[in-house]
């Protein structure tokens, strides 16, 4: 190969790279304003639409994607006669457009992988040129596997629809792979270990130029994972922009009128958080769509729009994203799952009846609650709501559940900004220190000997008047892991964890403080150890194990 090819193959890697780059930014842009154009045509809209997909056929073609700028090509032509007014939006012409869309993002999917972004678009091609002619379509294919797989992907960038180029781009801005990002994030955990143990040395030898050294090292250790924790970050919107295109699927498959509204998109998410909630963000909108939303009939009998409303939103506070998925449907009645538990046998009448309406509502993140048969009975909710907890619960979030009957149901999600780094209560039990992530305490205790008492469903302590279910670390092992019994008189001290529906009391010998660590997975050879979520290197060089409180509760 002659250097004349070299600069050839060279060129056309980096326009392959920025086909990449740039799709993936108009890909995501196109899902909401589809929707909207759907809902309010408008000219100046079908002006946006037409030059995304203009930029995209630009760029599929310099790069020698063919499938992709064949398709584009004709998306272009439809969204040039609407324009000029020689077509009008149908559901019948969206459901082309969008399935189009899907299409363009499958292709774009295939490139990623390495592959060569070939399919059979000739069924597409075959309707929108119909549509160009003047034909009226035919119904599509039903939209549910479009549904499913959702529309389309994240964006690489934050760039605004009709945006001016920006001038110098090349020169102030640089690429950098996932996987440095990772290692950067990995080298920051290792300093802050090295840091919280040069801060113990400096503590207990009380030198004071060691000390200043301390802390300035701690300081610029703060100041650099915040840096490196900002890279990571992305806007929520390039998640939530998915969504668009999922719900107006879903809602027609349904015949159900429903309007997506998208609040805080700015608000900054890791992006490997937000890659991981699309699954669990999917199967909350379908529950919402499929049953907590009343069909057109019902909300017109009770006095509401028959257009229904899901509002997705996210917020920051401090270290937590908090995300919320909201719907103006029927709500969930806390006395037909109290009535559907006993039906499956999952209490008796007696137990279900002291459940309070919180503890009750939970139980429909219980792994197999609802069977199609029980949908109806506890307004939907519950199919496989347990997989939702389980990955958020895997990203060291939790999800709680707010809801009025014939007013709607909130589901809140809480995240936090990152994964490498963890913020633990430590506790001593048995001679042994352990770790607790700070998310799940609520607060600490000091107990006073007879403040514990014994109730028929066991071991209670009264928080501000609430009888909360005392649970003794020292109970608890994880095959012979050595948590500690100490005698109980001398335990007088505790800690409130959140847990799904309630809070509990877990009693410890001592509360050592807290401190931040880098997790660590468990040795391959451990495999999965219910209970244990890692394990991380403490100021003094010794191993703690993070717990994982509902795997230790539940054991």
Do not use: C, W
Request: no cysteine; glycine share 8%.
């Amino acid at each position: 190969m002659n250097e004349a090819d070299d600069l050839d193959a060279l060129l056309l890697a980096q326009m392959r790279e920025d086909f990449l780059a740039e799709s993936q930014e108009i890909l995501d842009r196109l899902g909401p304003l589809l929707v909207q154009l759907e809902q309010e045509p408008d000219a100046g809209l079908l002006n946006t639409i037409f030059r995304e997909v203009h930029t995209l056929k630009g760029t599929a073609g310099f790069a020698g994607f063919e499938s992709v700028r064949l398709l584009a090509h004709k998306l272009e032509d439809v969204f040039g006669a609407l324009r000029d007014e020689q077509l009008a939006v149908t559901p019948e012409l969206m459901d082309t457009v969008f399935a189009g869309v899907q299409s363009l993002t499958s292709m774009r999917e295939d490139v990623l992988r390495g592959g060569t972004g070939e399919m059979d678009i000739e069924p597409l091609v075959a309707r929108l040129e119909a549509a160009l002619r003047g034909e009226v379509l035919a119904p599509a294919p039903s939209p549910a596997s479009q549904a499913e797989q959702g529309a389309i992907p994240p964006p690489a960038s934050q760039a605004e629809p009709g945006a001016a180029p920006v001038p110098s781009a090349v020169e102030s801005t640089l690429r950098v792979g996932l996987e440095t990002l990772d290692t950067m994030m990995e080298l920051v955990g290792e300093l802050i270990t090295a840091r919280n143990a040069l801060l113990t040395i400096a503590e207990r030898l009380q030198d004071e130029p060691l000390t200043s050294t301390a802390s300035a090292i701690s300081r610029l250790t703060r100041e650099l994972q915040t840096t490196v924790t900002g890279i990571r970050l992305v806007p929520v919107e390039r998640l939530f922009n998915r969504f668009p295109g999922v719900v107006r699927n879903m809602a027609r498959q349904r015949g159900k009128q429903v309007r997506l509204v998208i609040e805080g998109g700015d608000t900054p998410l890791d992006r490997a958080i937000s890659e991981q909630m699309y699954d669990p963000l999917v199967h909350l909108l379908r529950n919402a769509v499929d049953h907590g939303l009343e069909p057109t009939v019902d909300r017109r009998r009770a006095g509401k729009p028959e257009e229904s409303t899901i509002r997705l939103s996210a917020e920051r506070r401090g270290d937590d994203v908090i995300l919320r998925i909201a719907d103006d449907g029927g709500g969930i009645d806390p006395e037909r799952v109290r009535r559907v538990a006993v039906e499956r046998g999952l209490y008796s009448a007696e137990e279900a009846t002291a459940l309070s309406d919180e503890q009750a509502i939970h139980l429909i993140f219980t792994s197999g609650f609802s069977t199609a048969a029980t949908v109806t009975d506890v307004s939907g909710r519950g199919v496989g709501l347990d997989v939702v907890k389980q990955n958020v619960h895997r990203l060291r979030g939790s999800v709680s559940i707010e809801t009025a009957i014939g007013q709607g149901t909130t589901f809140v999600i809480k995240l936090p900004l990152t994964l490498a780094i963890l913020q633990v209560q430590l506790v001593r039990v048995g001679g042994y220190t352990y770790a607790l992530p700070l998310h799940v305490v609520r607060e600490t205790l000091q107990i006073a000997p007879d403040a514990i008492q014994t109730m028929q469903q066991g071991e209670v302590l009264f928080v501000r008047d609430v009888a909360l279910p005392v649970r003794r670390l020292s109970d608890f092992g994880i095959r012979n892991s050595g948590f500690g019994t100490s005698p109980q008189s001398e335990i007088r001290n505790g800690i409130v964890v959140r847990r799904a529906g309630r809070d509990e009391v877990l009693v410890v010998d001592e509360l050592v403080g807290k401190q931040q660590v880098v997790i660590k997975p468990l040795s391959p050879y451990l495999g999965t150890v219910r209970g244990v979520e890692g394990s991380a290197v403490l100021p003094d060089g010794s191993v703690t194990l993070i717990l994982d409180v509902e795997g230790v509760l539940t054991n």
